[in-house]
């Protein structure tokens, strides 16, 4: 839960530019996480995790935008106070590693936990 700064943010196999990711947020409470970049809200999701899944795995309802009412499957995995997420495109697979190759149309992005 808290209040997450962008460290990485990969789109499509495009990585978004480090100047950019000032301007990114994420924040979580209880099982609904809102990602906002420059103002624009790219993601508002509820989720389902499974923590003992290897990699853990995550679902995201989307609750706005395009993907409204879709679910997206993705993994996920900590590293000290920053976590990252590889999400994909609703209606396709679950990945299954921590890269996003270029075609893919899936998000891989790092956060860190604003203290």
């Known amino acids: ?47 389902k995790i499974d923590a003992t899944a290897m990699p853990m795995t995550i679902d995201y309802l989307h609750l706005e935008g395009p993907a409204r009412g879709r679910v997206s499957l993705g993994v996920f995995r900590w590293d000290g106070d920053e976590v990252t997420f590889h999400i994909a495109k609703p209606g396709d697979p679950r990945p299954t590693d921590f890269t996003s190759a270029k075609g893919s149309g899936s998000t891989l992005s790092r956060w860190r936990l604003k203290a």
């Open 1 to 47: 839960e808290g209040e997450w700064r962008a460290v990485e943010f990969v789109r499509d196999g495009a990585r978004m530019q480090d100047d950019w990711l000032a301007y990114g947020s994420r924040r979580t409470e209880g099982n609904v996480t809102k990602v906002v970049f420059g103002g624009q809200t790219m993601l508002h999701a509820k989720m």
